[in-house]
């Protein structure tokens, strides 16, 4: 399946729950139900920080609202001289208990209560079992053919016993199961109901890379074991200090929510913010585009080299980037004939083609996957923003002298102050795992997560290093042709790109003067002013859109857009059919200057305010979104240079094509063929293009090679 959460849903319909709120002082009065508490394992070598093997390394929620919970409700039953039974995990040194590594050794400390439960040594109402096994019923048996727990239930005339501790998947389950079974054959007679309380419960944590150190040990992440409760705790109990739930059946608890917002870590923000500068490049170099025509083509054919030098090394490739940026732009600035322009041009494309690839990929690999669409999209507000920018300070230097000069020096400005922020920036945090600098790279992930979440990521990584073989070698870009889950990835990454550009968004851009023009408005300055209300439209959009795509998802997100660039183009092109249509001959020859081709230019502007109002939300940021995201760690650099190689390729197309296909069927038929192009666009969404919302990038992975060989056969990836 895609994900987790289709899996527990899909078990939860099998196994329905059936809930009811129960309270200490309630069970006190049920006449003839005597309650028993069981305690497992809350011992020092499973809840204590740093206490052994199995202990958690740093503090941990879940283990601490467990403890909590259990002695809460340990002091409530005693003082009610209600029993209580409490197991011990303890082992000797001769007798390991595989596939666990050593723990709960007797003598060490860890097989002993954790600190806020010892009281329950001296307590006259508790029975405690040291056990060497799982099974805590199962290590109650004595040699005579007796059981401890069975006794204890039968000595205290208990009905029903409520059960919490740790760890949920293992002894607390094969605890519960083996008493439900003993139970239905009368072997623990009166006993009648068993109730698991979920918050009480927790499971222990041995993550990926300590696994690997242990010979023989068996992995165990917490985070990725799915916990068995039977009840759950709800809101609105009357008194907490007593409150019990109860439930007449089982149920899969899901995995704790992730949460975590934009705005929620100015570490992530920084980083986000810092990388995105170089989609403000990208920006200001379109709109310069936009008014001087200078040529895409040296863009696209570097966008290869900036997937290569990624793969290597993330930053410098940044870096660099800004390097030739700066020194490209300065060039051009300063260019004393066209030449010195076409070199300085050169170098800006190359900077550029770095920048467009590294930029999203490093957002990505530093994000948390519940908000990394949205913290990608920011480059792509960053893009709009430099579009946006470079309009204003076209309007702001028309009446200088050197215009275009000012435009391509400023653009220098924003490459050095990246090139400052990188410099105190580290690499991806999963780029530096992959490269065996697990330190550094745990101590990035240290300041985007807290301590439970850290857990998790670093098991991810440790997972992904292991699995991911073809991280340590060079991938070329054949290679990528050989897998047919790449083939896959690779199709629906580099086809959002092509359509990105095929659906017009650049044909705007770049000729919206142009477009304004034409639609009846004659002045220069007032079609720069409504192209620079088109970019501040775009950029917008890109916010909305952040907003969105992980809220949303990538594909209803951008089968949104599209659905509505196709009306929006419908629009535009009803507007230039009423211009030429003779119909309308009453405004006479002079249109585009009567008041009638005034009301015809407005309803085109509209068309093009609707399109890029349906476009930057979707169609803008998901492309860029996707293709971060959709690629194994050794293909992400390469597939994603290509999939950019395939963005510029086609806006230097469509920017080339455009006006051309104007003079030759004219502006009403171009805009009719770009809406027959989004149609197209729509289907390849709809069969090719999967939802990547909130998955690892492991997850991600696993989906393309599901789709590649079935769910059985991405177990293992075929050429």
Same mark, same amino acid.
């Given at each position: 399946?895609?994900?987790?959460?289709?899996?527990?849903?899909?078990?939860?319909?099998?196994?329905?729950?059936?809930?009811?709120?129960?309270?200490?002082?309630?069970?006190?009065?049920?006449?003839?139900?005597?309650?028993?508490?069981?305690?497992?394992?809350?011992?020092?070598?499973?809840?204590? /920080?740093?206490?052994?093997?199995?202990?958690?390394?740093?503090?941990? &929620?879940?283990?601490?609202?467990?403890?909590?919970?259990?002695?809460?409700?340990?002091?409530?039953?005693?003082?009610?001289?209600?029993?209580?039974?409490?197991?011990?995990?303890?082992?000797?040194?001769?007798?390991?208990?595989?596939?666990?590594?050593?723990?709960?050794?007797?003598?060490?400390?860890?097989?002993?209560?954790?600190?806020?439960?010892?009281?329950?040594? =001296?307590?006259?109402?508790?029975?405690? =079992?040291?056990?060497?096994?799982?099974?805590?019923?199962?290590?109650?048996?004595? *040699?005579?053919?007796?059981?401890?727990?069975?006794?204890?239930? &039968?000595?205290?005339?208990?009905?029903?016993?409520? /059960?919490?501790?740790?760890?949920?998947?293992?002894?607390?389950?094969?605890?519960?199961?083996?008493?439900?079974?003993?139970?239905? !054959?009368?072997?623990?007679?009166?006993?009648?109901?068993?109730?698991?309380?979920?918050?009480?419960?927790?499971?222990?944590?041995?993550?990926?890379?300590?696994?690997?150190?242990?010979?023989?040990?068996? +992995?165990?992440?917490?985070?990725?074991?799915?916990?068995?409760?039977?009840?759950?705790?709800?809101?609105?109990?009357?008194?907490?200090?007593?409150?019990?739930?109860?439930?007449?059946?089982?149920?899969?608890?899901?995995?704790?929510?992730?949460?975590?917002?934009?705005?929620?870590?100015?570490?992530?923000?920084?980083?986000?913010?810092?990388?995105?500068?170089?989609?403000?490049?990208? #920006?200001?170099?379109?709109?310069?585009?936009?008014?001087?025509?200078?040529?895409?083509?040296?863009?696209?054919?570097?966008?290869?080299?900036?997937? *290569?030098?990624?793969?290597?090394?993330?930053?410098?490739?940044?870096?660099?980037?800004?390097?030739?940026?700066?020194?490209?732009?300065?060039?051009?600035?300063?260019?004393?004939?066209?030449?010195?322009?076409?070199?300085?041009?050169?170098? /800006?494309?190359?900077?550029?083609?770095?920048?467009?690839?590294? *930029?999203?990929?490093?957002?990505?690999?530093?994000?948390?996957?519940?908000?990394?669409?949205?913290?990608?999209?920011?480059?792509?507000?960053?893009?709009?923003?430099?579009?946006?920018?470079?309009?204003?300070?076209?309007?702001?230097?028309?009446?200088?002298?050197?215009?275009?000069?000012?435009?391509? #020096?400023?653009?220098?400005?924003?490459?050095?102050?990246?090139?400052?922020?990188?410099?105190?920036?580290?690499?991806?945090?999963?780029?530096?795992?992959?490269?065996?600098?697990?330190?550094?790279?745990?101590?990035?992930?240290?300041? !985007?997560?807290?301590?439970?979440?850290?857990?998790?990521?670093?098991?991810?990584?440790?997972?992904?290093?292991?699995?991911?073989?073809?991280?340590? &070698?060079?991938?070329?870009?054949?290679?990528?042709?050989?897998?047919?889950?790449?083939?896959?990835?690779?199709?629906?990454?580099?086809?959002?790109? +092509?359509?990105?550009?095929?659906?017009?968004?650049?044909?705007?851009?770049?000729?919206?003067?142009?477009?304004?023009?034409?639609?009846?408005?004659?002045?220069?300055? %007032?079609?720069?002013?409504?192209?620079?209300?088109?970019?501040?439209?775009?950029?917008?959009?890109?916010?909305?859109?952040?907003? %969105?795509?992980?809220?949303?998802?990538?594909?209803? %997100?951008?089968?949104?857009?599209?659905?509505?660039?196709?009306?929006?183009?419908?629009?535009?092109?009803?507007?230039?059919?009423?211009? *030429?249509?003779?119909?309308?001959?009453?405004?006479?020859?002079?249109?585009?200057?009567?008041?009638?081709?005034?009301?015809?230019?407005?309803?085109?502007?509209?068309?093009? +305010?609707?399109?890029?109002?349906?476009?930057?939300?979707?169609?803008?940021?998901?492309?860029?979104?996707?293709?971060?995201?959709?690629?194994?760690?050794?293909?992400?650099? /390469?597939?994603?240079?290509?999939?950019?190689?395939?963005?510029?390729?086609?806006?230097?197309?469509?920017?080339?094509?455009?006006?051309?296909?104007?003079?030759?069927?004219?502006?009403?038929?171009?805009?009719?063929?770009?809406?027959?192009?989004?149609?197209?666009?729509?289907?390849?969404?709809?069969?090719?293009?999967?939802?990547?919302?909130? %998955?690892?990038?492991?997850?991600?992975?696993?989906?393309? =090679?599901?789709?590649?060989?079935?769910?059985?056969?991405?177990?293992?990836?075929?050429?």
């Amino acid at each position: 399946m895609g994900s987790d959460a289709m899996m527990l849903d899909a078990l939860r319909a099998e196994i329905p729950v059936e809930e009811e709120e129960v309270f200490l002082p309630a069970m006190e009065r049920m006449q003839g139900r005597a309650v028993g508490l069981v305690l497992i394992d809350l011992v020092n070598g499973f809840c204590t /920080v740093g206490a052994g093997n199995l202990a958690p390394p740093l503090p941990n &929620k879940q283990i601490s609202t467990m403890v909590e919970e259990a002695s809460r409700l340990a002091k409530a039953f005693c003082v009610r001289n209600w029993p209580v039974f409490a197991f011990l995990d303890t082992h000797y040194p001769d007798k390991p208990e595989p596939p666990y590594p050593p723990h709960c050794i007797i003598g060490s400390g860890e097989e002993n209560f954790v600190p806020a439960l010892e009281w329950l040594e =001296k307590d006259p109402n508790v029975t405690m =079992k040291r056990k060497d096994c799982i099974d805590g019923f199962l290590c109650s048996e004595e *040699s005579d053919g007796s059981n401890i727990f069975s006794n204890w239930v &039968k000595a205290n005339d208990i009905k029903v016993v409520l /059960v919490l501790g740790i760890c949920t998947d293992i002894c607390v389950l094969d605890f519960t199961c083996s008493l439900l079974s003993a139970r239905n !054959i009368g072997r623990v007679y009166p006993l009648e109901d068993v109730v698991v309380y979920s918050d009480g419960c927790a499971t222990y944590d041995l993550p990926v890379h300590v696994a690997k150190n242990n010979k023989g040990a068996l +992995a165990h992440p917490r985070n990725y074991f799915i916990t068995w409760d039977f009840t759950w705790p709800r809101e609105g109990s009357q008194n907490h200090d007593d409150r019990v739930i109860s439930g007449s059946s089982g149920m899969l608890d899901p995995l704790p929510q992730r949460r975590m917002s934009y705005f929620g870590n100015r570490y992530v923000l920084g980083l986000t913010v810092a990388a995105g500068i170089g989609g403000l490049l990208f #920006g200001y170099d379109t709109g310069n585009n936009c008014e001087y025509g200078t040529s895409r083509c040296y863009d696209w054919g570097l966008g290869l080299v900036g997937g *290569s030098m990624m793969h290597m090394v993330e930053k410098k490739a940044a870096l660099l980037a800004d390097v030739l940026f700066a020194i490209g732009s300065l060039v051009m600035c300063a260019a004393p004939d066209p030449y010195v322009l076409i070199t300085g041009r050169l170098v /800006v494309g190359l900077g550029i083609g770095v920048a467009s690839v590294t *930029s999203p990929v490093y957002i990505a690999e530093a994000s948390p996957s519940e908000i990394r669409g949205g913290l990608v999209s920011t480059n792509v507000l960053m893009i709009t923003g430099g579009q946006f920018l470079s309009y204003l300070v076209n309007l702001a230097f028309t009446e200088v002298p050197g215009t275009w000069r000012w435009m391509l #020096g400023v653009a220098a400005v924003p490459a050095i102050l990246q090139f400052f922020l990188m410099l105190g920036l580290p690499e991806s945090p999963r780029w530096l795992y992959l490269k065996k600098d697990e330190a550094q790279a745990i101590c990035v992930l240290s300041k !985007i997560y807290d301590p439970d979440r850290l857990e998790q990521e670093i098991d991810l990584l440790a997972i992904a290093s292991d699995v991911d073989l073809d991280s340590e &070698k060079t991938v070329s870009y054949l290679d990528v042709f050989r897998s047919k889950e790449i083939r896959l990835a690779f199709f629906a990454g580099a086809g959002l790109q +092509a359509f990105q550009q095929l659906t017009g968004i650049n044909t705007v851009m770049y000729y919206s003067p142009t477009i304004v023009q034409m639609a009846g408005f004659s002045s220069n300055q %007032l079609a720069l002013l409504l192209s620079l209300i088109v970019a501040a439209m775009n950029a917008a959009g890109t916010v909305i859109g952040i907003y %969105l795509i992980d809220r949303c998802g990538r594909r209803r %997100l951008a089968l949104t857009s599209l659905a509505g660039v196709f009306i929006s183009l419908l629009i535009l092109a009803s507007a230039f059919f009423l211009q *030429s249509s003779h119909l309308h001959g009453s405004c006479g020859l002079n249109l585009l200057h009567g008041s009638c081709g005034t009301n015809i230019g407005w309803f085109a502007v509209l068309g093009l +305010a609707l399109y890029i109002a349906f476009f930057a939300p979707g169609m803008g940021p998901v492309p860029w979104a996707v293709n971060s995201e959709i690629y194994p760690e050794a293909y992400r650099g /390469v597939c994603g240079g290509m999939s950019a190689t395939i963005n510029w390729m086609f806006n230097l197309i469509v920017a080339q094509v455009f006006l051309s296909l104007v003079s030759a069927v004219g502006v009403a038929w171009t805009f009719l063929i770009i809406a027959g192009i989004a149609v197209v666009a729509f289907v390849f969404v709809l069969v090719f293009v999967p939802e990547t919302k909130g %998955l690892t990038f492991e997850q991600v992975e696993r989906l393309w =090679k599901e789709r590649a060989w079935g769910t059985y056969g991405s177990l293992q990836s075929q050429p």
